[in-house]
């Protein structure tokens, strides 16, 4: 578990810089990417903050924060601000760097479940 907690640890830091990257870059005055930033942060964060704390659902939570990520990819282009570079750019790599971190946590969750499974059909048999 020390591997992943240390990956679910990188979309907290994900989720942290979206909440204050407008107000730090300056497109703070845009109400839709400041909005969208702040809630996909706050999802991340809360979703990170979950897979660290329960002990169920958390494949998921972390399908939910791959969805953020791809949200965050394409928010730019179905929100109409892609011309504004920085909100834009930096959602992007976010979302990037999200989905790569997500994928990762999802694919270790979801080996632990098969893990758990296979282990538990053995002691179904006896």
């Known amino acids: 578990m020390g591997r992943l907690k240390h990956i679910i640890h990188i979309n907290i830091i994900l989720g942290a810089w ?3 990257a407008p107000f ?16 996909l942060g706050a999802l991340l964060i809360g979703c990170s903050w ?14 939910l924060q791959l969805l953020g990520g791809i949200w965050a990819i394409a928010a730019p282009f179905l929100l ?10 930096h959602d992007m ?21 098969r893990r758990v499974a296979r282990h538990s059909h053995v002691f179904d048999a006896l």
């Open 18 to 20: 979206l909440v204050i």
């Open 24 to 39: 730090v870059t300056g497109y703070s005055m845009s109400t839709v990417e400041l909005a969208n930033d702040v809630g």
């Open 50 to 63: 979950w897979l660290l704390a329960a002990s169920t659902g958390q494949v998921g939570v972390s399908m």
């Open 80 to 89: 109409h601000y892609e011309q504004i570079s920085r909100a834009s750019a």
């Open 93 to 113: 790599g976010v979302g990037i760097l999200s989905v790569l971190v997500s994928a990762t946590e999802t694919w270790m969750f979801v080996s632990k479940v």
